[in-house]
């Protein structure tokens, strides 16, 4: 059974730093990895994904890594803004078995950028 | 503008009392899905539908049910609703058509907050 485990749980930077985010998931047999922003109240936003033969991705200021064969992402952001403030969630999305398209979460870092 | 759209956003309800949520892609999407989230538990999936008519069930479909008669909808029926159903619950698409994989990004709706008294 897939697990993912993100690390630190919650992380309060000041403004203008650059850090870190860290997933890591038991199964490596995956199809991609997806890392979402998740807003108070708010659905989720995909930001990166990850497709399993691929080694990162990139948008803005935002960089994900993909280490498949030692289950480990981490997700960058350059220049944090107080606007980065928010929970970001890593998903996998397991290959094989029967619950296509199940993406398996953890359970999130939350991100707190202050000014 | 592309979304996927969730009513209610909010619901308050006694036990036993059926309800449904509505989920609506405007994306053309073949896979849709449903989540819970829970504090200490994170998200799971309830149930997911590859495309019409084909549904399954996820890692909780215990006091679900689903149905897919059109691409676009892909309603959460609660028949007898209870206090542990109570929720934030997340509906999900995906263009990805998983008979000939290949896996893409999953968008999600906004969230209905349910609360079972």
């Known amino acids: 059974k897939q697990e993912v485990t993100q690390i630190p749980a919650a992380l309060s930077v000041p403004e203008g730093e650059n850090l870190v985010l860290n997933c890591s998931f038991t199964?490596?047999?995956?199809?991609?990895l997806q890392w979402f922003r998740q807003d108070p109240g708010k659905g989720l936003t995909s930001l990166l994904l990850?497709?399993?033969?691929?080694r990162e991705q990139t948008s803005g200021r935002l960089n994900a890594s993909l280490d498949k064969s030692s289950g480990r992402s981490t997700l960058y952001i350059a220049a944090s803004q107080p606007g980065d403030s928010a929970t970001y969630l890593c998903?996998?999305?397991?290959?094989?078995?029967?619950?296509?398209?199940?993406?398996?979460f953890g359970q999130g870092t939350i991100l707190t950028v202050h000014p | 503008e592309a979304q996927v759209t969730q009513n209610p956003r909010y619901l308050i309800t006694v036990t036993g009392k059926k309800l449904t949520v509505t989920c609506s892609q405007n994306?053309?999407?073949?896979?849709m899905s449903w989540y819970r989230q829970d504090p200490g538990l994170g998200l799971r999936q309830i149930y997911y539908?590859?495309?019409?008519?084909?549904?399954d069930k996820g890692d909780v479909p215990e006091g679900y049910k689903v149905s897919r008669k059109e691409k676009r909808n892909f309603p959460l029926i609660l028949e007898s609703p209870s206090p542990n159903q109570t929720s934030l619950y997340f509906c999900?698409?995906?263009?990805?058509?998983?008979?000939?994989?290949?896996?893409?990004?999953?968008?999600f709706g906004p969230g209905t907050r349910l609360t079972v008294l």
């Open positions: 539908s590859m495309n019409v008519e084909v549904t």
């Open positions: 999900a698409s995906s263009p990805t058509d998983y008979f000939e994989y290949s896996a893409d990004t999953q968008y």
């Open positions: 990850i497709q399993s033969s691929q």
């Open positions: 998903a996998v999305d397991n290959a094989g078995g029967t619950s296509y398209g199940k993406l398996t």
């Open positions: 199964d490596s047999a995956i199809y991609n």
């Open positions: 994306m053309n999407h073949e896979y």
